[in-house]
């Protein structure tokens, strides 16, 4: 039985093997309690971060290698119609490897930069050069994925491959809590991956993932925050109140709304236990961070939800502010 470590990036081996259709099982990890408590995991990742792949003989690291791993090794026993690796000589086979690395060495090592500098850092050192650079990297390597959108639906071509999950993986986090908006091509694109059955399992069997797509909306244009932010006053009948000022920028009235019924960014509640990176930062008490609403502290299990963040004076300091200009 294949055993994936923890979720995180973990979410893509497993929409992998929901793609393939190979059975395998998720234990779950607790970095906020320290990868050090769990002997268990540190014998199989002595790096302590996530995801690993259990199989047999074989102990791995990397999401991507792992992928590879699994397509290579088991790509035979793939239930997937159409290949979710095209072979060497098929013509779409240097944009899926291009991109299938793209994914995670160009943009999500980058937008990893900027999200921990946003979320996690202490409030002096969050708009910092390190930051404004890995956020620029991240907006020029995107290009390649635009430019790829204006030629093909997916990144390899016409069909999804690993490597859309891959890149959508980063695009799901990027959206969240790098402060990206996407164009209307690349919301059609998250749009049609998003729909795959093998995307709505994945999501099912990844709890904490789960809970943090589910209350963090995407970010949007300043535009589209300001209509929606108008039309929330409209919809309760009176004025935006006063205390909705710090209300992060959400898409929708809907959204909206829920985040003043969870006025997580504004009001000093115990500290979130979701994040293992705010486990450093409450040893230092440089931050106080709030859980998104009560439920996502079921989720100890991965790092898969990032914070909201205020500042102990109480000023917001979700993406309203961040990433940096
Ligand atoms: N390039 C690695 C990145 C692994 C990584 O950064 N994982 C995060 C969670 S998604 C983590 O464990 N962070 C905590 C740490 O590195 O200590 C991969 O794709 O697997």
């Known amino acids: 039985m ?3 470590y923890g979720e995180g990036r973990g979410f893509r081996v497993i929409w992998l093997l929901e793609e393939m259709g190979l059975p395998y099982k998720l234990r779950s990890v607790d970095l906020l309690a320290g990868a050090d408590k769990d002997p268990e995991f540190l014998a199989v990742n002595p790096g302590g971060f996530i995801p690993a792949l259990v199989d047999g003989d074989v102990t791995m690291v990397e999401s991507i290698a792992i992928m590879e791993y699994l397509l290579a090794r088991y790509g035979d026993k793939s239930k997937s119609k159409a290949p979710l690796a095209p072979a ?3 013509p779409a086979f240097a944009m899926y490897q291009q991109f299938l690395h793209l994914g995670e060495a160009g943009l999500g090592a980058n937008i990893q930069v900027v999200v921990v500098s946003g979320f996690v850092a202490p409030e002096g050192e969050r708009d910092n050069w390190g930051a404004r650079w890995a956020l620029n990297q991240f907006n020029n390597r995107m290009k390649l994925v635009k430019r790829q959108l204006a030629r093909a639906p997916y990144m390899a071509g016409d069909n999804f491959t690993a490597a859309d999950i891959s890149v959508a993986y980063t695009l799901n986090l990027a ?3 790098g402060g990206i908006v996407l164009d209307d091509a690349e ?17 099912d069997a990844c709890p904490a993932t789960k809970g943090f797509y589910e209350s963090i909306p995407p970010a949007c244009s300043p535009r589209t925050r300001n209509r929606s932010r108008l039309r929330a006053g409209r919809e309760i009948g009176r004025s935006r ?8 920028p959400n898409c929708s009235a809907r959204a909206a709304s829920r985040s ?4 997580s960014c504004r009001r000093r509640r115990s500290p979130d236990r979701s994040s293992p990176w705010l486990l450093l930062r409450k040893k230092t008490g440089l931050l106080e961070c709030t859980p998104q609403r009560r439920g996502d502290r079921r989720s100890h299990s991965s790092n898969a939800i990032l914070p909201r963040c205020a500042s102990p004076s109480g000023t917001s300091e979700r993406s309203s502010t961040w990433p940096p200009k």
Do not use: E, H
Not at 187 to 203: F, I, S
């Open 187 to 203: 919301k059609a694109y998250m749009a049609r991956l998003t729909a795959r059955d093998g995307y709505k399992r994945t999501l």
């Open 88 to 90: 060497p000589n098929d």
């Open 175 to 177: 959206i969240r809590r």
């Open 260 to 263: 003043r019924r969870f006025p």
């Open 241 to 248: 109140p006063a205390s909705a000022a710090a209300t992060p």
């Open 2 to 4: 294949l055993t994936i």
